[in-house]
T-cell receptor, first 111, second 113 residues
Framework: KNQVEQSPQSLIILEGKNCTLQ??????????LRWYKQDTGRGPVSLTI?????NTKSNGRYTATLDADTKQSSLHITASQLSDSASYIC??????????FGKGTMLLVSP | EAQVTQNPRYLITVTGKKLTVTCSQN?????MSWYRQDPGLGLRQIYY???????DKGDVPEGYKVSRKEKRNFPLILESPSPNQTSLYFC????????????FGSGTQLSVL
């Protein structure tokens, strides 16, 4: 069964610090891996989409990495801000109609 | 502004009373889908549509109906809501292509009493 596992489940960091969120998947065949940011009670917003051939992709202070051999991805947040407090969801695609969602990592950035 | 619009934002209803949650997108996207999000379970797909008059079941379709008569609209219908359908619902759309970004609506919080 296709699965996407995220860790940690939740994380608290101080404003200005960096952090890294992890995503492991068993989805096959693999089309792409996506990271979304979801503010509480709002719809997810796309951060990055990476295909098999891409090892890293950045979006401002967010940098995602992908190791397709080990089926692992990470999302690194640099110089965190209070507005980064949200749930971060890893999503793996077999094709655009078939997405497997992780349960998310809840990040709280504390002043 | 490119967006996916869901209505209503909040809805409280009683068991068995039919309801419809509307979803509209202004990006001329072929693909649209519905998800529900429950604490500890993450997002689960209910139904999706590849284009007009083409719909298919997702992971949790029981108790739901959809229709795609026009490209921009994809309503979610609960013919006889039950308390276990209390959830946060999201509509999403994207252009055709496996690497296209998925745009989500702001969500509909549904409570079935």
């Amino acid at each position: 069964k296709n699965q996407v596992e995220q860790s940690p489940q939740s994380l608290i960091i101080l404003e200005g610090k960096n952090c890294t969120l992890q995503c492991n998947y068993t989805v096959s065949p693999f089309s792409n891996l996506r990271w979304y940011k979801q503010d509480t009670g709002r719809g997810p917003v796309s951060l990055t989409i990476m295909t098999f051939s891409e090892n890293t992709k950045s979006n401002g202070r967010y940098t995602a990495t992908l190791d397709a051999d080990t089926k692992q991805s990470s999302l690194h947040i640099t110089a965190s801000q209070l507005s980064d407090s949200a749930s971060y969801i890893c999503v793996v695609s077999e094709g655009y109609s078939t997405l497997t969602f992780g349960k998310g990592t809840m990040l709280l950035v504390s002043p | 502004e490119a967006q996916v619009t869901q209505n209503p934002r909040y809805l409280i209803t009683v068991t068995g009373k039919k309801l419809t949650v509307t979803c509209s997108q202004n990006m001329n996207h072929e693909y649209m889908s519905w998800y529900r999000q429950d604490p500890g379970l993450g997002l689960r797909q209910i139904y999706y549509s590849m284009n007009v008059e083409v719909t298919d079941k997702g992971d949790v379709p029981e108790g739901y109906k959809v229709s795609r008569k026009e490209k921009r609209n994809f309503p979610l219908i609960l013919e006889s809501p039950s308390p276990n359908q209390t959830s946060l619902y999201f509509c999403a759309s994207s252009a055709t292509g496996s690497n296209e970004k998925l745009f989500f609506g702001s969500g509909t919080q549904l409570s079935v009493l």
